[in-house]
Every structure is written in structure tokens, then in C-alpha cells.
């Protein structure tokens, strides 16, 4: 199982928000610099992490960003379904897979407790966890 890119970098772009305190905003050009992401590819990852509600402009176009919401209710799972659907380990797992094995497959029950346990995971912690324990961030 491997998450997207998108997904690893939204996290790191939106503990660069998170880090700041000044609520002045984060500029898109020192989230590239910090996080060693091309603007360009950062670009689509602020696109979409705005979108989806997490991040707002301070003024407006050309002026820096702040989280949306308090890191205590940004969730890892909010920032992941910025970029995608939602968490499957493996096919099976997704509602829209139809798998011919489903009803003899006697491995079915590890992978979805395992999925479950994933996406626990994922809904459990926030970026104020990540801010806090930063061995959790690393």
C-alpha cells in the first residue's frame, strides 16, 4: 500500500501552515523552499487543499495562508480525502470493487480490519498531534 504524493505533501504543507503563529499567512513560495516542493507541484496541492475547505488566503490572491479550521480539528484522513477518495489497502476493501472471491475468500476479514485500523489511524490524528509529538511528523 503507498500513499500519493499529493497526499505526503499536503501533510507536510499543511504542517507548515499549522506551524505558524503569526496568522499572517504562509507564503506558497516558503512552503516550496521549507518542504524541498516545486511550486508548480505545490500549486496543485494548495488547489486542492483549499478546495476541500482546510486552508484560506489571508487578503486574497498573492498573500500567505492559514488553516481554515484549528489544527485540533484537521484530521491526517481530511487532508488524504483532499486528494483522494478514501484509504483502501487493497482492492478488496473498496465498496466499488466487485471481487468473485468476496464470499469464499477466508483472508477477507484480516484486510478489512486491517483497512479499518488504517483509516482509525488516519481519523485519530490531527495536525495538533503532529505539532505536539513531532516523532509522529517524522
Known sequence: MRFSTKTRYG??????????????????????EKQQISVKYLDQIIHALKSEGLIINVRGKKSGYILARKPSEITMLDIHKAFEPGICVIDCCSDSYNCQMKE???????????????????????????LKNPSLAD
Open 104 to 130: 469464499f475468500c477466508r483472508t477477507v476479514g484480516f484486510w478489512m480490519n486491517l483497512n479499518k485500523l488504517v483509516i482509525d489511524y488516519f481519523s485519530n490524528t490531527t495536525l495538533q498531534d503532529l
Open 11 to 32: 501533510m507536510r504543507a499543511m504542517l507548515e501552515i499549522a506551524s505558524d503563529i503569526s496568522q499572517r499567512g504562509v507564503f506558497q513560495k516558503d512552503i516550496a
